[in-house]
């Protein structure tokens, strides 16, 4: 007679054919908002810091690459055109950063693809960062819309009680946008507006970038070096002449 098959004990916990995926990746969601360059630093950090990263592009995000870097963003070449776009500067000077040919530990997702690893709970990953963020894209995730797979992943992201941050790109800001940030607030998600300092001594438009988005990486706990901390010395950088 055939003895039944015994639960899994505490150190089975999986079924004969299940495996657990040790990829855990960073959802990044480029939105329409202007600041492109924004996500590219954010990228650039990620990667170097040897994150998985799941990305995706907005249909009115392409539109703002394309006129404000001339790259076009196509998902049948992705990996082609993710290369150029990281490895140009945010001053527009192509191959002013090093980057391989063959990006490192990233993912593409479609915008449309509903059914993306993203779009779950159940899919694992360490949060998500939309860098930038347009009031419109703002509103969707505080009104739960998921009307594309960004705002479907980032209200995964909430629900599961997973890191959002969000770096909203707007000026000046309407009482309906304060109105959804606040909510995105309320539901644990932290709201970065992309405002660069110059306490850090810039003098060149990356390290505006580039500061802000240390401050989103500093946001999610990613290790970087983007620009110099605060270390309580009024004109510290000018007195070193560091940028």
């Given at each position: 007679?055939?003895?039944?098959?015994?639960?899994y004990?505490?150190?089975?916990?999986?079924?004969?054919?299940?495996?657990?995926?040790?990829?855990?990746?960073?959802?990044?969601?480029?939105?329409?908002?202007?600041?492109?360059?924004?996500a590219?630093?954010?990228?650039?950090?990620?990667l170097?810091?040897?994150?998985?990263?799941?990305?995706?592009?907005?249909?009115?995000?392409?539109?703002?690459?394309?006129?404000?870097?001339?790259?076009g963003?196509?998902?049948?070449?992705?990996?082609?055109?993710?290369?150029?776009?990281?490895?140009?500067?945010?001053?527009?000077?192509?191959?002013?950063?090093?980057?391989p040919?063959?990006?490192?530990?990233?993912?593409?997702?479609?915008?449309?693809?509903?059914a993306?690893?993203?779009?779950?709970?159940?899919?694992?990953?360490?949060?998500?960062?939309?860098?930038?963020?347009?009031?419109?894209?703002?509103?969707?995730?505080?009104?739960?819309?998921?009307?594309?797979?960004?705002?479907?992943?980032?209200?995964?992201?909430?629900?599961?009680?997973?890191?959002?941050?969000?770096?909203?790109r707007?000026?000046?800001?309407?009482?309906?946008?304060?109105?959804?940030?606040?909510?995105?607030?309320?539901?644990?998600?932290?709201?970065l507006?992309?405002?660069?300092?110059?306490?850090?001594?810039?003098?060149?438009?990356?390290?505006?970038?580039?500061?802000?988005?240390?401050r989103?990486?500093?946001a999610?706990?990613?290790?970087?070096?983007?620009?110099?901390?605060?270390?309580?010395?009024l004109?510290?950088?000018?007195?070193?002449?560091?940028?």
């Amino acid at each position: 007679m055939e003895t039944p098959h015994e639960p899994y004990g505490p150190h089975e916990p999986y079924g004969p054919h299940e495996e657990v995926s040790r990829r855990r990746p960073w959802v990044v969601g480029v939105s329409g908002a202007s600041g492109t360059p924004y996500a590219a630093s954010v990228l650039r950090a990620l990667l170097a810091a040897g994150e998985a990263v799941d990305l995706v592009v907005s249909r009115a995000s392409r539109l703002t690459l394309l006129d404000e870097t001339g790259i076009g963003f196509r998902d049948a070449h992705w990996r082609e055109d993710l290369r150029r776009w990281l490895s140009r500067g945010a001053d527009g000077r192509p191959d002013a950063f090093e980057v391989p040919a063959e990006v490192a530990d990233v993912a593409h997702w479609a915008a449309g693809d509903l059914a993306a690893g993203p779009s779950s709970g159940s899919y694992p990953t360490k949060g998500m960062l939309i860098v930038p963020a347009s009031t419109a894209c703002v509103a969707g995730v505080a009104l739960g819309l998921s009307k594309d797979l960004l705002q479907r992943a980032a209200s995964v992201t909430l629900k599961e009680r997973r890191k959002l941050v969000v770096a909203v790109r707007e000026t000046p800001l309407n009482g309906q946008t304060l109105k959804a940030l606040v909510s995105l607030d309320e539901a644990g998600a932290v709201v970065l507006p992309a405002s660069p300092a110059f306490y850090a001594g810039a003098t060149h438009i990356q390290d505006l970038v580039d500061f802000v988005a240390g401050r989103v990486l500093d946001a999610a706990g990613v290790p970087h070096k983007l620009y110099r901390r605060w270390e309580g010395e009024l004109g510290g950088d000018r007195d070193r002449g560091t940028a």
